[in-house]
């Protein structure tokens, strides 16, 4: 019995049609990223272990694919490991490599294993699939593209506020209204200090950043289960809460926060990149949350998150800064700020507002009708000259039924139909169909160049 064809879970086949759109998504962004000067590199798609790992806290670390070792992967694991069924320390004996969690850490894998190869501060773009072991669900896929922009080897906040230009850019251009969500790492430190608890930092942030997703009453019963004592609970609730303008916002942190260095630092950080992009006209909303915190671990500084405001979907783009991320691979002191577009949930969004330029699906602008072997011969010639002009062009394979081949020309949206016939070779001209119109006009091969054109 032949095998039903399937695809994992979390993975997606596209049409051509539907690579029109993404092509579509993918070229828009890197139009932007080379605006704002940006260089292009590419990372494997598979990274050692001892790479990724650390790198994303404990839930992300469970969500890395690892790959087994080539042969035989048991030969050298411990018995007891094995009848055990001890996955933590099985792991390391059967598993050497991932695959990429993001674009992000192989980054600055990258950076510091070609540091004397490269200009700081550095520029890059990034356009790769990564993948997670997620549970699939609307917008979360298994497999899926991240584009990503960042700067290494520069302190100064102007790198933020360009990246906030360009998100701003990018969604305008797409047509998509969004909301840019900013907070600060600074702040949430300053947070945890007010609160007493310093030493939770990570276990605050990683149950804040699930507020949207499952409610506040539930992050405060996660807080608690983390050790997180109920009135330290109670004094997070006000600051999770804030309302009012990103000015009131502040200045009610800067209250709170009076008396923790770390905090005022974060306030500051934010106030400056508020203020500039202010005056330089951006078409979002941006908004300060001080419960957003992306429950990554390398964020050091400003943190970002995009959300679409007419679509209910999860984060379409985000980012931040991370000061640390290269020091875990030897080379400290580089600052880094990066943010990252969600190729594929932009791709969603776009399809449910439909916001798809009329001509993204334009491939062929003409395909020539097959009448037979001398026809198809000259037919040959002509595609060929329209080709070497930048003009997309086919011609039918086989001289079967017009009818057909009209049908044909007309299912791949192709605008226009050439025949060339006995007459039309006789006299040097093409017979064209508008096939929007029906309208059909004889032309010389120059006069069609000039008219596709």
Partial sequence: MAQKPCI?????????????????????????????????????????????MGKYGEEGDKLLFKILNSGDYLKDVPDCNLSEHDIQHLTPHICEKGLRYDLTVPFARFVVQHRNDIQFPFKRYQIQPVWR???PQKGRYREFYQCDADIVGSDSLVNEIELLTLLDYVFKRFGIRVIIKVNNRKILSGIAELIGASDKIVDITVAIDKIDKIGIDNVNQELLNKGIP??????????????????????????MLATSEIGLKGIE????IIDNLSKLGINADIEVDVSLARGLNYYTGTIIEVKAADVEIGSI???????????????????????????????????????????????????????????????????TTLRNAGIAAEIYPEPVKMKKQMAYADALKIPF????????????CISLKNMSTGEQVSLTIGQLIEMLR
């Fill in 8 to 52: 994992p879970k979390g993975t997606r086949d596209f049409s051509p049609e539907e690579m029109a759109k993404r092509n579509y998504i993918f070229d828009t962004i890197k139009e932007a990223f080379l605006l704002y000067g940006f260089r292009q590199i590419e990372t494997p798609a598979m990274e050692n272990l001892s790479t990724l």
């Fill in 133 to 135: 072991a997620d549970r």
């Fill in 230 to 255: 109920e009135d330290a609970i109670g004094k997070l609730q006000p600051l999770l809460q804030l309302k009012g303008s990103n000015i009131e916002k502040l200045d009610t942190l800067k209250s």
């Fill in 269 to 272: 950080e934010m106030s400056f």
């Fill in 317 to 383: 783009s985000g980012g931040g800064r991370y000061d640390n991320l290269t020091g875990v691979f030897g080379l400290q002191g580089v600052s880094g700020v990066g943010i990252s577009f969600g190729a594929d949930r932009i791709y969603d969004v776009l399809n449910a507002l439909n916001l798809y330029p009329s001509d993204t699906a334009t491939g062929t602008k003409v395909i020539f009708i097959n009448f037979g072997t001398v026809e198809c011969n000259e037919c040959l010639k002509l595609v």
């Fill in 417 to 428: 139909v050439a025949l060339v016939g006995e007459n039309e070779i006789a006299n040097h």
